[in-house]
């Protein structure tokens, strides 16, 4: 079994920036792809950001040159650094993890529990 607990949500004025942090913990696991994901009320849920396990990364066109995607495998975390915020970007943000599960082989996902990025004007 894989935890996932995100932080660095906030309130933030429109133009600053946030970031979120995204760790994995539990045992005989090894991260495949890093994924961001945010919801806001009513919507469904949607991916912002995924990097791969090569370091390859994909962004949602509305957050593309804004929003950078990294990973740390040692620390088995992933980062969204969000710049230039705007009220469009307030949502809450969850972190999915893919992991190959060492003990099974098998691959699952994992979500954190959410963190809350509120942008005002």
């Known amino acids: 079994q894989v935890q996932v607990v995100e932080s660095g949500g906030g309130l933030v004025q429109a133009g600053g920036s946030l970031r979120l942090s995204c760790v994995a913990s539990?045992?005989?696991?090894?991260?495949?792809?890093m994924s961001w994901y945010r919801q806001g009320p009513d919507q469904d849920r949607k991916e912002v950001a995924r990097?791969?396990?090569?370091?390859?990364?994909i962004y949602e066109d509305s957050v593309e040159g804004r929003f950078t995607i990294s990973r740390d495998d040692a620390k088995n975390a992933s980062y969204l650094q969000m710049n230039s915020l705007n009220a469009e970007d307030t949502d809450t943000y969850y972190c999915?993890?893919?992991?190959?599960?060492?003990?099974?082989?098998?691959?699952?996902?994992?979500w954190g529990q959410g963190t809350q990025v509120t942008v005002f004007s």
């Open positions: 999915k993890l893919h992991v190959c599960e060492s003990d099974s082989g098998r691959y699952n996902g994992y």
């Open positions: 539990g045992r005989n696991f090894r991260l495949i792809d």
């Open positions: 990097i791969g396990l090569r370091g390859q990364v």
